[in-house]
T-cell receptor, first 110, second 114 residues
Framework: SQQGEEDPQALSIQEGENATMNCSYK?????LQWYRQNSGRGLVHLIL?????REKHSGRLRVTLDTSKKSSSLLITASRAADTASYFC??????????FGKGTRLHILP | GAGVSQSPRYKVAKRGQDVALRCDPI?????LFWYQQALGQGPEFLTY????????KSGLPSDRFFAERPEGSVSTLKIQRTQQEDSAVYLC????????????FGPGTRLTVT
């Protein structure tokens, strides 16, 4: 079973535009993490946001967390071709289990 | 600084065969995780070690799946009597300490059961 649900499932945007992906989850969490997976490559950790944080930045990435709505968003600004990948949110719940969503497949068009 | 490595990268097994998948975590990382990723899906948690102790194996899909980390470093995921539904990419990750830290993933082992 998967707790996190990313939205949209797939997203195509022009290079240079901003991309926004959302993640919803069901139970209380300790933190939420975003990962990227390129085709044929492993998962790479992007950013971790704790349950008592509301927003976090890392380079061109901005993550928000709304625990009242049990949702998070990942914003990638000024997208590049290299950003083409699948993006997953992962939550660590109170039962100490890491659960990944199904992912958003992002395609940056040249 | 080597990352997490996994071997083999690809494995084809006939239905009914046993397979063993190896994970070498980052040196000094206390926690080690195994995930199963089906095509087009996110990784699904299988099991978690802290040093040599297997703290959570609730994600293992059946008793045909067994994982060990006897010396708190290298881990092996064994699947007995493989079935076609076991075909997936098996990912290993390690983290410095515990569940709530950044996990570093290996490239995965793609298992195909024919």
């Amino acid at each position: 079973s998967q707790q996190g649900e990313e939205d949209p499932q797939a997203l195509s945007i022009q290079e240079g535009e901003n991309a926004t992906m959302n993640c919803s989850y069901k139970t209380s969490i300790n933190n939420l993490q975003w990962y990227r997976q390129n085709s044929g490559r492993g998962l790479v950790h992007l950013i971790l946001i704790r349950s008592n944080e509301r927003e976090k930045h890392s380079g061109r990435l901005r993550v928000t967390l709304d625990t009242s709505k049990k949702s998070s968003s990942l914003l990638i600004t000024a997208s590049r071709a290299a950003d083409t990948a699948s993006y997953f949110c992962a939550t660590a719940d109170r039962d100490d289990k890491i659960i990944f969503g199904k992912g958003t497949r992002l395609h940056i068009l040249p | 600084g080597a990352g997490v490595s996994q071997s083999p990268r690809y494995k084809v097994a006939k239905r009914g065969q046993d397979v063993a998948l190896r994970c070498d975590p980052i040196s000094g990382h206390v926690s080690l995780f195994w995930y199963q990723q089906a095509l087009g899906q996110g990784p699904e948690f299988l099991t978690y070690f802290q040093n040599e102790a297997q703290l959570d194996k609730s994600g293992l899909p059946s008793d045909r799946f067994f994982a060990e980390r006897p010396e708190g470093s290298v881990s092996t995921l064994k699947i007995q009597r493989t079935q076609q539904e076991d075909s997936a990419v098996y990912l290993c990750a390690s983290s410095l300490a515990g569940l709530f830290h950044e996990q570093y993933f290996g490239p995965g082992t793609r298992l195909t059961v024919t």
